[in-house]
């Protein structure tokens, strides 16, 4: 006892907050979560990662720590981009446009992007480390030649839907936790719908990597605050084992 109010009293002098003294006391305060509850692991894809044809910096870095965090969750749902060739969402598909410009579609303004994730190709299978058994649906997306689909549950179109809302409805799931590629894309768009829809959203920062172009990150989070998506760190899951 002695020692611990001297070391209290050093630490509150020092500014070093109680929580630093009781560890125990944070691991109990994590998130466990539940069978009312789904990791939707976004995109994690040759073409997203290194050595990919829209490779997003790092975009490997994040796999082991999914493949942690998933074996948190009762519930994995992975997705994956899956597009025509010369889908519309294709730099290649417009005369005279270059990767990372925009054009106006009938749906909105489109980013342009180099091909990618083209259906049955090695760029569109899921990354070789994913290790991912118990993982239970896999959603593709974006397989409509003229309309993309950046969120796992509605298209670019902002009214076709995926079923993910349904197949969560049915099993009982309220709330999703989103990791993967890229940040400001398609886990942002799929955080925010999944709000849209009535679930609880949550985005683990640190098992998502961006691709940022134009101020895109930093818009993206602002968006997801105003949806009500949550924003945590992985060390405030536990982890099992
Ligand atoms: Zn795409």
């Not at 944070?26 to 990919?52: E, M, R």
């Not at 999914?66 to 598909?93: C, E, M, Y």
């Not at 895109?216 to 992985?234: C, D, H, P």
Request: proline fraction near 4%; charged fraction near 20%; glycine fraction near 8%.
């Amino acid at each position: 006892m002695q020692t611990y109010s001297r070391r209290w009293f050093v630490a509150s002098s020092c500014g070093v907050s109680l929580a630093t003294l009781m560890p125990r006391a944070l691991a109990q305060s994590k998130i466990t979560p539940g069978a009312d509850s789904a990791l939707i692991v976004v995109d994690v894809q040759n073409c997203f990662t290194p050595g990919g044809s829209l490779a997003v910096n790092k975009g490997d870095e994040i796999i082991p720590l999914i493949n942690r965090l998933a074996k948190a969750f009762q519930n994995v749902v992975l997705t994956q981009d899956w597009h025509t060739p010369g889908h519309v969402s294709f730099a290649s598909s417009h005369a005279g446009k270059k990767p990372f410009e925009s054009v106006v579609l009938p749906y909105g303004n489109q980013i342009l992007w180099p091909d990618h994730c083209v259906q049955g190709t090695d760029g569109a299978a899921i990354h070789k480390d994913i290790d991912i058994p118990h993982a239970q649906l896999i959603i593709r997306k974006g397989f409509n030649r003229n309309v993309d689909s950046y969120s796992a549950f509605v298209e670019a179109d902002g009214k076709s839907k995926t079923g993910l809302d349904g197949y969560f409805k049915e099993r009982g799931i309220s709330t999703v936790y989103v990791v993967g590629l890229a940040t400001d894309f398609c886990v942002a768009w799929t955080a925010m719908d999944a709000r849209k829809l009535g679930l609880a959203a949550v985005v683990i920062e640190d098992a998502c990597r961006g691709i940022d172009t134009q101020g895109s990150l930093a818009a993206a989070w602002k968006s997801m605050a105003e949806a009500g998506v949550k924003r945590i760190q992985s060390s405030e899951i536990a982890l099992p084992g």
